[in-house]
């Protein structure tokens, strides 16, 4: 992997572990997926007709990514309820690598060279024993935790396939994250109804700002994935959990005050 796509994937761990301290920093999760969610579709919507369009082929990959983001977002929201940032995180995230390379070599016939296995199984390793350093994981938190970095693996080797295929990565990513921020608002409704929709300016501003870091920092991936191995990609951007750490502070703060 090149030096580039190294320092952009380190770029978006820290924007990574960002929205993810101001999501398990409010009180109400779902509430703040859902404004994220709708933050992402609106920019998307916007830059969606200066961007190239995606090429056909990588449709199907987009449609079943932004599906398997809904999941993903709702476990994310289940994840951050039952559990610690400092524990649930790791198991979520440390866990993603090893599935992204397994999903990798299965589904797009990608073998990394050996240096690079076992790059991806210690960062994965001490990534995921970050959440056993003092007292244990609740058996809820545990599963939430494995739920989400199952899906974290899906779609990111969806991405990482459907990215390649669409002749433009950028173009891919617009349009999947417009899909994703479309199905998300439905969702809210169909648990919550409008009840508690709209807030304050304060706290829609914070939760669409997170929306708008994590567009950025996820495209970022896509684009890497892209042009580099799914699996090392996936391993470095996880590295995030090391920012998290340092976000952990913040996110008291945030909580305080909303």
């Not at 809820?140 to 974290?152: F, K, M, N, P, V």
Request: positive net charge; contains cysteine; aromatic residues 8%.
């Amino acid at each position: 992997m090149s030096l580039p796509i190294t320092f952009v994937v380190l770029v978006a761990a820290v924007l990574h572990a960002s929205w993810n301290a101001l999501l398990r920093a409010g009180s109400d999760r779902l509430w703040s997926m859902t404004v994220m969610c709708a933050a992402i579709g609106i920019a998307c919507a916007v830059l969606a007709p200066f961007v190239p369009l995606p090429l056909w082929a990588s449709w199907p990959y987009a449609i079943l990514s932004a599906v398997i983001h809904v999941g993903y977002s709702l476990f994310l929201v289940r994840t951050y309820r039952t559990g610690d940032l400092g524990q649930t995180y790791p198991i979520s995230r440390g866990s993603s690598p090893v599935l992204v390379t397994l999903g990798a070599a299965m589904f797009a016939g990608e073998l990394p060279g050996t240096a690079a296995l076992v790059g991806v199984a210690l960062v994965s390793g001490g990534i995921v024993s970050l959440a056993f350093q003092g007292r244990g994981v609740g058996r809820a938190g545990l599963l939430s935790a494995l739920g989400t970095g199952c899906l974290i693996g899906a779609y990111s080797v969806t991405d990482g396939i459907g990215g390649r295929l669409s002749g433009s990565p950028v173009g891919y990513t617009v349009w999947m994250c417009l899909l994703w921020g479309a199905m998300i608002p439905p969702v809210y409704l169909a648990l919550r109804g409008r009840r508690d929709l709209l807030r304050s300016p304060r706290e829609m501003l914070i939760s669409a700002g997170g929306g708008l870091v994590s567009l950025v920092a996820y495209g970022i991936v896509i684009v890497a994935m892209s042009l580099g191995p799914m699996g090392p990609v996936s391993a470095l951007r996880e590295t995030s959990v090391v920012f998290a750490a340092g976000n952990r502070p913040v996110s008291r703060v945030l909580s305080k005050r909303a």
